[in-house]
């Protein structure tokens, strides 16, 4: 039978499955209720299911034959954002909101790892793990579950995994090899001063005005310093301080990130998380105000494997037009770096935006949605991807 056909029969199951989860979303390391669901389902499919790293699951499907390992992730956490979006699937839950498509990813797998272990098994020369990772958003998941051995037991020999992106029109595939996502570092700076009056601002030590000079003169960095040939973004995301309009506070808090996509690059011109401490030092002293940064590396860029992305690109001429596939990179992170740093890896992007129905809206917003129908798209390449894989892989 037709793969089309197939999928065509269970896009109904698929829309209802990511109108649940979007339903009842959960933050990192407490999605209890999604791993429950995720886990009987897997059962019912008669996959061989096992827990890993608190709320993770991993469903393994055996071939027919002896063969390589493909691990096909999908992340399940939600975020702590207040849905706005006026929908019959509208999240009950009270400031957490799957706005990031991680409802769609899982349901897209789900149907996928249903439609590969009925109808396609006896095409799997190999196994096939179905990974369902907790905690993307905070970056620690995908380490956890690999420490935990999900790349074991059997061993994995390479890794894809999928993500929604509302920015590419509907059906588009987004993909090249090597490097597609960026690595990501987060700081915090406490800008220390000495409170006071504001009536009285030489009496004291302004660490908010220290602040906005940090804010502002870190943007050199990017702009003047960096070949914008090799983009570095560096983002202020929160900032602190104060408790009342009239005092001029004892200190102030950014919080914020830095990405780039070939960090080795700069290291012939500047290091940027050296250059990026230096000018905040430097500011201080302008401003007679004390400096605490704590920088933390958080992901690694994904790096895609070339003989992978083949692999996915011919898959993807079996379910989309040719012009709908389209080289991309993504100045955004993703903890599938981790799998990608390990093992032969290959991630893509699936559009699932539609202006037309304002389903365009930034990933992490309180108005973010998908449009369903590319629902059965993905489940396609997840499908096709997994057929190709096994047909044409070779290991090295």
Not at 171 to 188: E, N, P, Q, W, Y
Not at 193 to 199: L, M, Q, V
Not at 240 to 255: A, Q, R, T, Y
Request: aromatic share 8%; glycine share 6%.
């Amino acid at each position: 039978m037709e793969l089309k056909p197939i999928v065509n029969l269970l896009i109904n199951e698929a829309v209802s499955l990511r109108r649940d989860f979007h339903r009842f979303p959960e933050i990192g390391w407490n999605e209890v209720r999604t791993s429950k669901k995720i886990y009987q389902y897997l059962e019912e499919i008669n996959l061989e299911v096992k827990k890993i790293a608190s709320t993770g699951v991993i469903g393994l499907l055996r071939g027919k034959k002896k063969g390589p390992t493909l691990l096909i992730r999908s992340d399940i956490d939600a975020l702590p954002v207040q849905e706005m979006n006026e929908v019959s699937y509208k999240s009950t839950i009270p400031g957490v909101m799957h706005a990031c498509g991680h409802d769609g990813h899982m349901a897209m797998l789900l149907i996928a790892a249903k439609i590969l272990s009925k109808y396609y098994k006896n095409r799997i020369n190999g196994n096939i793990k179905f990974v369902f990772q907790p905690d993307e958003e905070s970056a620690e998941g995908a380490k956890r579950i690999i420490k935990e051995g999900v790349l074991i037991n059997p061993k994995v020999n390479a890794a894809m995994g999928i993500h929604l992106w509302s920015q590419l029109e509907k059906g588009t595939v987004g993909i090249k090899d090597g490097a597609i996502m960026a690595s990501l570092a987060t700081f915090r700076i406490k800008v220390v001063g000495k409170g006071g009056h504001t009536g009285y601002p030489d009496h004291a030590i302004d660490p908010v005005m220290a602040a906005a000079n940090i804010i502002q003169q870190i943007q050199i960095i990017q702009t003047r310093e960096i070949n914008q040939l090799n983009p570095l973004i560096i983002m202020i995301g929160k900032i602190s301080g104060g408790k009342k309009n009239n005092i001029i506070p004892d200190f102030v808090e950014l919080e914020g990130t830095i990405r780039y996509l070939e960090r080795d690059k700069y290291q012939k011109s500047i290091k940027p998380i050296e250059r990026f401490k230096e000018l905040i030092y430097s500011i201080s002293q302008v401003n007679r105000v004390q400096i605490e940064i704590e920088i933390t590396e958080k992901n690694k860029m994904v790096v895609n494997d070339k003989q992978l992305t083949e692999i996915i690109k011919s898959a993807a001429i079996k379910v989309v037009d040719r012009d709908k596939i389209i080289d991309f990179t993504c100045s955004a992170s993703e903890d599938f770096s981790e799998f990608s740093h390990t093992v032969p890896s290959v991630f893509y992007f699936l559009g699932c935006g539609n202006s037309n129905i304002e389903k365009r809206v930034s990933h992490h917003n309180c108005f973010f949605n998908i449009d369903e129908d590319m629902l059965p798209i993905g489940i396609e390449m997840h499908v096709q991807s997994a057929l190709e894989f096994f047909k044409k892989y070779k290991i090295t």
